[in-house]
């Protein structure tokens, strides 16, 4: 018979978190959609149905139930984070690959939920470019600036029966961070490559709005404490920091904090993805070093490294070290001396 | 808030939980005083130590009062008669306790007078603190808000030690249980009494009363009976588990009670209000404790505190305040954060014992299946110890023993917020408990195989030097037989050799002979006389053959 405490808090469960967390990304995925075209919901969907079928084909295989694991969220968490990573309108089969890395090789190869070393988005994201960086670089234009842009059943047409007659320069473009890194790479000043109607007000046309709601449904994580304030603080200073150190070394080269903070991944990464308990630190001083060096390295790739966006790598790399930082940064025990804390 | 109550710098403790209070539904009606039963079952364990031993026998005629249990040991207790009457039993009976085993216990059939003793009310200020200390043994003065730890340990303020802050305990920060509130409400200046005998016999300088806000009508009692003198009524932010004595301690004075040590290392003591109350009655009246303020709350039919007597079946106090309703599922004994199930419900109330709780369905429904731990960290942000429950959670899992003391598992205090809060409901509690246990059954087993492995050590040294000296006197008795032209050839080695082999066929010899047929052992005489009969007829039947052949 189990034990003392009878009771348990209402309304807390994993699924209550994970819908939590979905609903945070909804603004995101609303101005997606207003600027980017109906693609989006298609890529959602599609990573939504593999993400449920590996799901299911893992839990038989594993011979678990599939009740309790199906219904609480964690893979209809890990699907939106990938397609919300992924350029939308790439063939089918591309975030079928994505799911099935992120889902089969990185959650249930290492245990299921819970047990994952590795965020399985991000390990989805890494798979798929490294193995077809070409697809992963074609982000469809903001509608504003696209020669067209494909409403909702071209794009399911584009998503299953692959490009067909349209050619894809007529919908997609280089995001801006690919776009500074070219020119930049080619010769061409930051700032003067910065003018380009692509980059918008902040850093990036459309996406930087998509930040900004990525952004105010990570406040509202915060204030329902699904998260706390360390990691996101941490990343985007960081982030921030790093940015800002390298433009005033070589302002010709390099992009301001701004531009960073609403361009790629970084407003997802530092609210929905560094923050996913179980492949981050948990101690409050190991989420500070965690995120902190996350972002770091997030710019330190953009700014150096072979691809365009650092998040995921550097999203990767500090999942390595997560229980090393743990290990390390327990907090001291109410009534114990800070130097009589034995080491874990 | 209430006047009179002192507003006073508060520090908040890390951690805690808010879950819902349940308070009012006791405490509409005052506290009242259980009938009298027929009979009582009265354990003689009721308190945190040696159990008390028994000083009456079947047929004793007892007194309300009268001494039953003797205090055995130092960390013990006494234990009396809750009523007049006759010791009908002195046996093992179902107490409350989370094991659900058995304890002893003294029966007690009630003659329906209720006599008491003689009561004999303490000098308490011209008393030797020793003699005191003694009296307050005897008369079964223990701790009331749960832990019953026996009284006069922690009124000993020691040779050296300082303790200037007395706190009394009036948090009650467990849901549904509102003993103390009714007490501090009905009986604040006896509270206070006692607590005056308290600051005396530890030399106290202050006495602090920490209550909690959810608790107006016992604030402002306790600050109308406290208006004159220097106790300092503090109205304590509620937070579960506030009134945990460290816990409290650091609310209200800021002093950090160290991991391993009690809360005099910081110069604080703690009581509970109701152990005040009954030291009241001890010194004042010179009653030994023999009833205690139960709440009886839940799924009851009137829910209420009802002041009871020590040995009462619990059932019989359930029926007390309406009885269980239908769809009641169980009893708790104590809150529902820290409390455990009632395995039994005729099972005395005991010292320990504050309250009833009768759960439902609706209240206490059925824990979902627990699902993998997704490392949240809401237990490490609830918990009061600042442990890292999950990680605790891991290594207990996992066996990892040693991991979790390096990761503070004696800290943990079994709240029970981090089971609480968990979104995954893992009943983590439990894994913690099952870690402590086996920790402490290895340490047993790791000194009684160091004890074992020390004899095995000392008895072959033993056998080793036993050898040594009997080939040395063999040779000895050689060397003198060869002295004295005895046995010319005999070398002392072969000698030596020829007595343990000698020694070795004697053995032999003895061991066969003491080898019995083990299974014709003790028989009973009917059995024994038919095996000598089978016996009889074999030795005939022998010598029948032997004849016939020959």
Same mark, same amino acid.
């Given at each position: 018979?189990?034990?003392?405490?009878?009771?348990?808090?209402?309304?807390?469960?994993?699924?209550?978190?994970?819908?939590?967390?979905?609903?945070?990304?909804?603004?995101?995925?609303?101005?997606?959609?207003?600027?980017?075209?109906?693609?989006?919901?298609?890529?959602?969907?599609?990573?939504?149905?593999?993400?449920?079928?590996?799901?299911?084909?893992?839990?038989?295989?594993?011979?678990?139930?599939?009740?309790?694991?199906?219904?609480?969220?964690?893979?209809?968490?890990?699907?939106?984070?990938?397609?919300?990573?992924?350029?939308?309108?790439?063939?089918?089969?591309?975030?079928?690959?994505?799911?099935?890395?992120?889902?089969?090789?990185?959650?249930?190869?290492?245990?299921?939920?819970?047990?994952?070393?590795?965020?399985?988005?991000?390990?989805?994201?890494?798979?798929?470019?490294?193995?077809?960086?070409?697809?992963?670089?074609?982000?469809?234009?903001?509608?504003?600036?696209?020669?067209?842009?494909?409403?909702?059943?071209?794009?399911?047409?584009?998503?299953?029966?692959?490009?067909?007659?349209?050619?894809?320069?007529?919908?997609?473009?280089?995001?801006?961070?690919?776009?500074?890194?070219?020119?930049?790479?080619?010769?061409?000043?930051?700032?003067?490559?910065?003018?380009?109607?692509?980059?918008?007000?902040?850093?990036?046309?459309?996406?930087?709005?998509?930040?900004?709601?990525?952004?105010?449904?990570?406040?509202?994580?915060?204030?329902?404490?699904?998260?706390?304030?360390?990691?996101?603080?941490?990343?985007?200073?960081?982030?921030?920091?790093?940015?800002?150190?390298?433009?005033?070394?070589?302002?010709?080269?390099?992009?301001?904090?701004?531009?960073?903070?609403?361009?790629?991944?970084?407003?997802?990464?530092?609210?929905?993805?560094?923050?996913?308990?179980?492949?981050?630190?948990?101690?409050?001083?190991?989420?500070?070093?965690?995120?902190?060096?996350?972002?770091?390295?997030?710019?330190?790739?953009?700014?150096?490294?072979?691809?365009?966006?650092?998040?995921?790598?550097?999203?990767?790399?500090?999942?390595?070290?997560?229980?090393?930082?743990?290990?390390?940064?327990?907090?001291?025990?109410?009534?114990?001396?800070?130097?009589?804390?034995?080491?874990? | 808030?209430?006047?009179?109550?002192?507003?006073?710098?508060?520090?908040?403790?890390?951690?805690?939980?808010?879950?819902?209070?349940?308070?009012?539904?006791?405490?509409?009606?005052?506290?009242?005083?259980?009938?009298?039963?027929?009979?009582?079952?009265?354990?003689?364990?009721?308190?945190?130590?040696?159990?008390?031993?028994?000083?009456?026998?079947?047929?004793?005629?007892?007194?309300?009062?009268?001494?039953?249990?003797?205090?055995?040991?130092?960390?013990?207790?006494?234990?009396?008669?809750?009523?007049?009457?006759?010791?009908?039993?002195?046996?093992?009976?179902?107490?409350?306790?989370?094991?659900?085993?058995?304890?002893?216990?003294?029966?007690?059939?009630?003659?329906?007078?209720?006599?008491?003793?003689?009561?004999?009310?303490?000098?308490?200020?011209?008393?030797?603190?020793?003699?005191?200390?003694?009296?307050?043994?005897?008369?079964?003065?223990?701790?009331?808000?749960?832990?019953?730890?026996?009284?006069?340990?922690?009124?000993?303020?020691?040779?050296?030690?300082?303790?200037?802050?007395?706190?009394?305990?009036?948090?009650?920060?467990?849901?549904?249980?509102?003993?103390?509130?009714?007490?501090?409400?009905?009986?604040?200046?006896?509270?206070?009494?006692?607590?005056?005998?308290?600051?005396?016999?530890?030399?106290?300088?202050?006495?602090?009363?920490?209550?909690?806000?959810?608790?107006?009508?016992?604030?402002?009692?306790?600050?109308?009976?406290?208006?004159?003198?220097?106790?300092?009524?503090?109205?304590?932010?509620?937070?579960?588990?506030?009134?945990?004595?460290?816990?409290?301690?650091?609310?209200?004075?800021?002093?950090?009670?160290?991991?391993?040590?009690?809360?005099?290392?910081?110069?604080?003591?703690?009581?509970?209000?109701?152990?005040?109350?009954?030291?009241?009655?001890?010194?004042?009246?010179?009653?030994?404790?023999?009833?205690?303020?139960?709440?009886?709350?839940?799924?009851?039919?009137?829910?209420?505190?009802?002041?009871?007597?020590?040995?009462?079946?619990?059932?019989?106090?359930?029926?007390?305040?309406?009885?269980?309703?239908?769809?009641?599922?169980?009893?708790?004994?104590?809150?529902?954060?820290?409390?455990?199930?009632?395995?039994?419900?005729?099972?005395?109330?005991?010292?320990?014992?504050?309250?009833?709780?009768?759960?439902?369905?609706?209240?206490?429904?059925?824990?979902?299946?627990?699902?993998? @731990? $997704?490392? %949240? !960290?809401? =237990?490490?942000?609830? &918990? /009061?110890?600042?442990?890292?429950?999950?990680?605790? *959670?891991?290594? +207990?899992?996992?066996?990892?023993?040693?991991?979790?003391?390096?990761?503070?598992?004696?800290? @943990? $205090?079994? %709240? !029970?917020? =981090?089971?609480?809060? &968990? /979104?995954?409901?893992?009943?983590?509690?439990?894994? *913690?408990?099952? +870690?402590?246990?086996?920790?402490?059954?290895?340490?047993?087993?790791?000194?009684?195989?160091?004890?074992?492995?020390?004899?095995?050590?000392?008895?072959?040294?033993?056998?080793?030097?036993?050898?040594?000296?009997?080939?040395?006197?063999?040779?000895?008795?050689?060397?003198?037989?060869?002295?004295?032209?005895?046995?010319?050839?005999?070398?002392?080695?072969?000698?030596?050799?020829?007595?343990?082999?000698?020694?070795?066929?004697?053995?032999?010899?003895?061991?066969?002979?003491?080898?019995?047929?083990?299974?014709?052992?003790?028989?009973?005489?009917?059995?024994?006389?038919?095996?000598?009969?089978?016996?009889?007829?074999?030795?005939?039947?022998?010598?029948?053959?032997?004849?016939?052949?020959?």
């Amino acid at each position: 018979m189990p034990g003392s405490p009878h009771i348990t808090a209402q309304h807390t469960s994993v699924r209550s978190v994970m819908l939590k967390v979905l609903a945070a990304l909804i603004p995101g995925i609303l101005v997606h959609a207003w600027f980017f075209g109906p693609g989006i919901w298609v890529s959602l969907l599609v990573c939504t149905v593999f993400a449920y079928v590996f799901e299911t084909l893992a839990l038989a295989m594993r011979n678990l139930p599939l009740k309790p694991f199906l219904t609480d969220g964690s893979v209809l968490v890990t699907a939106w984070l990938l397609a919300l990573s992924l350029p939308t309108l790439a063939p089918w089969w591309l975030y079928a690959v994505g799911m099935l890395f992120a889902v089969l090789v990185a959650k249930h190869l290492y245990g299921g939920l819970g047990q994952n070393l590795f965020n399985p988005a991000m390990v989805g994201y890494a798979a798929l470019i490294v193995s077809f960086p070409a697809y992963m670089t074609q982000w469809p234009a903001p509608m504003d600036l696209a020669g067209h842009t494909p409403d909702l059943l071209e794009s399911i047409d584009l998503v299953f029966a692959g490009q067909g007659a349209v050619s894809p320069d007529a919908y997609t473009a280089a995001t801006p961070l690919d776009t500074l890194r070219t020119l930049v790479r080619a010769g061409g000043d930051a700032a003067a490559v910065m003018q380009e109607p692509v980059f918008g007000h902040l850093g990036a046309r459309g996406q930087e709005m998509v930040a900004l709601m990525y952004l105010l449904g990570g406040l509202l994580l915060l204030t329902h404490r699904v998260i706390s304030w360390h990691i996101p603080v941490a990343f985007l200073g960081a982030v921030a920091l790093t940015a800002t150190g390298l433009h005033l070394l070589d302002a010709s080269r390099h992009a301001g904090p701004l531009f960073h903070l609403v361009a790629g991944g970084t407003m997802l990464g530092a609210f929905f993805i560094l923050t996913d308990p179980v492949s981050a630190s948990a101690t409050p001083r190991g989420k500070l070093i965690y995120a902190g060096l996350a972002g770091f390295l997030t710019v330190i790739i953009r700014a150096f490294g072979g691809y365009p966006d650092g998040v995921a790598f550097a999203v990767l790399l500090m999942n390595m070290a997560v229980p090393f930082i743990d290990a390390h940064t327990q907090p001291r025990v109410f009534g114990q001396a800070g130097k009589d804390r034995e080491r874990p | 808030m209430a006047t009179g109550v002192v507003a006073r710098r508060l520090y908040r403790f890390p951690g805690g939980v808010h879950p819902e209070g349940h308070k009012s539904v006791s405490t509409a009606t005052p506290i009242a005083e259980m009938p009298l039963l027929p009979r009582y079952v009265v354990p003689l364990r009721q308190h945190i130590g040696e159990p008390a031993s028994p000083v009456v026998q079947p047929g004793d005629r007892v007194l309300r009062g009268q001494l039953i249990g003797r205090p055995e040991g130092y960390v013990s207790v006494g234990v009396h008669a809750p009523t007049s009457g006759r010791v009908l039993a002195v046996e093992m009976r179902p107490v409350p306790h989370p094991s659900g085993l058995m304890d002893l216990c003294v029966v007690i059939e009630a003659d329906g007078e209720d006599r008491a003793v003689e009561p004999t009310p303490l000098d308490w200020h011209r008393m030797d603190a020793s003699a005191l200390r003694n009296r307050l043994r005897e008369m079964g003065l223990a701790g009331l808000g749960g832990a019953v730890f026996p009284s006069f340990i922690k009124l000993n303020p020691g040779a050296k030690r300082q303790i200037p802050i007395l706190i009394l305990n009036g948090a009650e920060c467990e849901p549904w249980i509102t003993c103390d509130d009714m007490l501090m409400r009905e009986r604040a200046s006896e509270i206070l009494m006692g607590a005056q005998v308290m600051r005396h016999m530890l030399c106290a300088e202050e006495v602090l009363v920490g209550i909690e806000d959810n608790k107006p009508e016992a604030l402002a009692c306790m600050a109308e009976a406290a208006a004159g003198s220097d106790v300092e009524v503090v109205a304590v932010p509620t937070v579960y588990p506030g009134g945990g004595g460290k816990q409290l301690t650091y609310t209200l004075t800021g002093r950090v009670t160290p991991s391993k040590g009690l809360t005099t290392d910081v110069g604080v003591q703690v009581f509970n209000v109701g152990t005040a109350y009954s030291l009241y009655r001890a010194v004042h009246l010179g009653e030994p404790l023999v009833s205690r303020v139960v709440t009886v709350t839940g799924h009851v039919g009137s829910p209420r505190s009802l002041e009871v007597r020590l040995g009462s079946p619990i059932a019989e106090v359930i029926g007390a305040a309406g009885g269980a309703l239908p769809g009641a599922t169980g009893e708790v004994i104590g809150g529902p954060m820290m409390g455990f199930d009632l395995h039994d419900a005729s099972a005395p109330v005991t010292k320990a014992v504050n309250c009833i709780l009768v759960k439902n369905a609706e209240h206490f429904p059925p824990k979902p299946p627990p699902l993998p @731990c $997704i490392r %949240c !960290g809401e =237990c490490a942000r609830a &918990c /009061p110890a600042e442990l890292q429950p999950y990680e605790l *959670y891991w290594y +207990a899992r996992h066996r990892d023993f040693g991991k979790t003391q390096s990761y503070s598992l004696f800290d @943990c $205090i079994e %709240c !029970g917020c =981090c089971s609480y809060v &968990c /979104p995954s409901h893992i009943p983590l509690v439990d894994f *913690y408990r099952f +870690a402590k246990s086996e920790i402490w059954a290895r340490e047993r087993e790791k000194q009684a195989a160091d004890l074992a492995r020390e004899r095995h050590e000392f008895r072959s040294y033993r056998l080793a030097r036993e050898k040594q000296e009997k080939a040395e006197r063999l040779a000895k008795k050689a060397s003198e037989r060869l002295e004295s032209g005895a046995v010319a050839n005999d070398d002392p080695e072969a000698a030596r050799k020829k007595a343990i082999l000698a020694a070795a066929i004697e053995r032999a010899k003895q061991a066969r002979a003491a080898v019995q047929p083990k299974n014709v052992d003790d028989l009973p005489a009917d059995k024994q006389r038919e095996i000598d009969a089978i016996e009889a007829r074999r030795q005939q039947h022998a010598s029948a053959a032997q004849t016939s052949d020959t």
